[in-house]
C-alpha cells in the first residue's frame, strides 16, 4: 500500500505542477486578452465564465459519481487530454474568431473540473484521515510551485502579444501529461450499481451541504484573484500586466514553500479554526488593496491574500473528504468541486457586478471582505454545532 500511495502522490503531483503552470503562464490572463485585446466587455466576459463554469461544475457530480462505479483512471486521462484540447482550441481562436477562444473556454471548464474531482478523489482513496491534511498539502505545494512560475512567463507573454502559439504549444504539453497518469493503478473502491438517485447523495448530508455553501461563498472572493484584482491593478491604478505577473509568481511560491509546513499543523481537532481565520484574512488582503495605489502596497497586499489562501486550504478539500463515507468519495468530491467551482466561477461576475456600481473603489473592496466573513460565519456554525 505505501508504494501505491507514494505513486499516486507523486503522479498527482508532477500532473498538478505542469496542470498549473499551463495555467499560470497564460489562463490568468484570459480575462485581460478578452476585455483589452479581444474589446469584450468585463460584464460580458463575466457572465460568460460563469456560464461555462456552472456547465463544468455541474458535470463535476457526474464524473464523480461515474467513477465511483467505473474507476478513476478513464475520467483522469480523458480530462487531461481535453484540457490539452481546450488549449488548442483557445490558441487557434486567437488566431482566426474569438467565438472559438469561448468555445474553448467552455471545455476548459468541463475537463478542467474532471481532472480536480479525480485527483481528490485519488487521495482521499489511498491516504487516512490523517494523512490527507499532508498529502493535500504536498499535491497543493507541487500545484503552486508551477503557478508561482507561470505568471512571470505569462506576464512577458502577454506583453509581447505572443499569445495564441503560446496557448498552442501549451495544449499539447498539457495533453501529453495524460502518459503520466497511465500509470496510476485502480483506486476506488467500487460502490453497488449506479442508480440516477445516488448521484445527489452527497447533498443529503446536511452539514456537508452547508459546509459546501459555506466554500461556495469563500470562492466567490477567490475568484477575484485573477479578474477584478488584474482589471484594478491595471485600468485604476495603472500598473503594467508583467508587475502583476509577478504578484501571482509571489503567491504561487510562497504557497509551494508554505503550504505543506502549515498542512501539517492542521487536524481534525483544528481544522474549523484554519477555515474560519483563513478565508478572514484572505477577504481582508483585497481590502487591503483600497487603501494605496502603490506598487509597494499591491505586493504587501498580496502577501496577506497569500497567507489566507495558505491558511485556508490547509484544511478545506481535507474536511470535505473526511465527510465522505467510504465508496463514495468520488461523488462528494464532484459536489464538493461543484459548489467550489461555480463559486470560482461567478468570482468574476459576482466581482463585475460589485466594480459596476457607483461606490468607491473602498466600498466595493469591502463588500469583497464581507463577503469573506459570511463565508467564515458559515464554517463557524457548523462547526459549533459538531
Known amino acids: 500500500m505505501v508504494n501505491i500511495k507514494n505513486r499516486v502522490l507523486q503522479t498527482?503531483?508532477?500532473?498538478?505542477?505542469?496542470?498549473?503552470?499551463?495555467?499560470?503562464?497564460?489562463?490568468?490572463?484570459?480575462?485581460?486578452?478578452?476585455?483589452?485585446?479581444?474589446?469584450?466587455?468585463?460584464?460580458?466576459?463575466?457572465?460568460?465564465?460563469?456560464?461555462s463554469g456552472l456547465t463544468g461544475a455541474l458535470l463535476q457530480i457526474l464524473f464523480g459519481a461515474f467513477s465511483d462505479f467505473l474507476g478513476r483512471r478513464f475520467f483522469l486521462i480523458l480530462g487531461q487530454v481535453g484540457q490539452g484540447a481546450s488549449f488548442l482550441i483557445?490558441?487557434?481562436?486567437?488566431?482566426?474568431?474569438?467565438?472559438?477562444?469561448?468555445?474553448?473556454?467552455?471545455?476548459?471548464?468541463?475537463?478542467?473540473?474532471?481532472?480536480?474531482?479525480?485527483?481528490?478523489?485519488?487521495?482521499?482513496?489511498?491516504?487516512?484521515?490523517?494523512?490527507?491534511?499532508?498529502?493535500?498539502?504536498?499535491?497543493?505545494?507541487?500545484?503552486?510551485?508551477?503557478?508561482?512560475?507561470?505568471?512571470?512567463?505569462?506576464?512577458?507573454?502577454?506583453e509581447i502579444h505572443y499569445y495564441s502559439f503560446s496557448f498552442i504549444f501549451m495544449g499539447i504539453m498539457l495533453?501529453?501529461?495524460?502518459?503520466?497518469?497511465?500509470?496510476?493503478?485502480?483506486?476506488?473502491?467500487k460502490s453497488r450499481a449506479l442508480s440516477i438517485s445516488d448521484i445527489p447523495s452527497a447533498l443529503k448530508n446536511r452539514r456537508f451541504l452547508i459546509y459546501s455553501i459555506a466554500g461556495f461563498i469563500g470562492f466567490l472572493v477567490f475568484g477575484q484573484l485573477n479578474s477584478t484584482y488584474p482589471y484594478?491593478?491595471?485600468?485604476?491604478?495603472?500598473?503594467?500586466?508583467?508587475?502583476?505577473?509577478?504578484?501571482?509568481?509571489?503567491?504561487?511560491?510562497?504557497?509551494?514553500?508554505?503550504?505543506?509546513?502549515?498542512?501539517?499543523?492542521?487536524?481534525?481537532?483544528?481544522?474549523?479554526?484554519?477555515?474560519?481565520?483563513?478565508?478572514?484574512?484572505?477577504?481582508?488582503?483585497?481590502?487591503?488593496?483600497?487603501?494605496?495605489?502603490?506598487?509597494e502596497w499591491m505586493f504587501f497586499s498580496m502577501i496577506v491574500i497569500t497567507?489566507?489562501?495558505?491558511?485556508?486550504?490547509?484544511?478545506?478539500?481535507?474536511?470535505?473528504?473526511?465527510?465522505?463515507?467510504?465508496?463514495?468519495?468520488?461523488?462528494?468530491?464532484?459536489?464538493?468541486?461543484?459548489f467550489t467551482s461555480i463559486g470560482r466561477s461567478a468570482g468574476p461576475f459576482y466581482g463585475g457586478l460589485i466594480f459596476s456600481t457607483p461606490f468607491n473603489y473602498e466600498i466595493k473592496w469591502f463588500l469583497i471582505l464581507l463577503t469573506a466573513i459570511i463565508s467564515s460565519l458559515l464554517y463557524l456554525i457548523i462547526f459549533r454545532k459538531k
Not at 183 to 189: G, Y
Not at 311 to 335: F, H
Request: charged share 10%.
Open 90 to 158: 483557445v490558441g487557434l481562436g486567437m488566431v482566426y474568431n474569438f467565438y472559438i477562444i469561448l468555445a474553448g473556454i467552455l471545455l476548459q471548464s468541463i475537463f478542467s473540473g474532471m481532472v480536480f474531482t479525480m485527483f481528490n478523489a485519488l487521495i482521499a482513496d489511498v491516504f487516512t484521515e490523517d494523512e490527507r491534511f499532508r498529502s493535500f498539502g504536498v499535491q497543493r505545494a507541487l500545484a503552486n510551485f508551477g503557478w508561482g512560475i507561470g505568471p512571470a512567463i505569462g506576464g512577458f507573454v502577454f
Open 307 to 338: 497567507l489566507g489562501e495558505i491558511i485556508y486550504s490547509s484544511s478545506a478539500t481535507t474536511v470535505a473528504m473526511n465527510l465522505a463515507p467510504e465508496g463514495e468519495r468520488g461523488r462528494y468530491s464532484g459536489t464538493f468541486g461543484i
Open 175 to 189: 495533453s501529453m501529461v495524460a502518459i503520466l497518469m497511465l500509470d496510476i493503478p485502480e483506486t476506488s473502491v
Open 12 to 51: 498527482v503531483g508532477i500532473a498538478s505542477f505542469l496542470r498549473s503552470f499551463g495555467y499560470g503562464t497564460l489562463w490568468s490572463f484570459i480575462i485581460l486578452y478578452l476585455t483589452t485585446v479581444a474589446h469584450l466587455p468585463l460584464a460580458f466576459v463575466g457572465a460568460y465564465l460563469l456560464i
Open 232 to 295: 484594478y491593478e491595471n485600468q485604476v491604478n495603472g500598473i503594467p500586466v508583467s508587475i502583476i505577473g509577478l504578484t501571482w509568481t509571489m503567491n504561487g511560491l510562497m504557497v509551494a514553500a508554505l503550504q505543506y509546513p502549515f498542512s501539517r499543523l492542521a487536524n481534525n481537532k483544528n481544522a474549523h479554526h484554519f477555515l474560519i481565520y483563513g478565508i478572514m484574512i484572505y477577504g481582508l488582503g483585497y481590502f487591503m488593496l483600497s487603501i494605496f495605489p502603490y506598487i
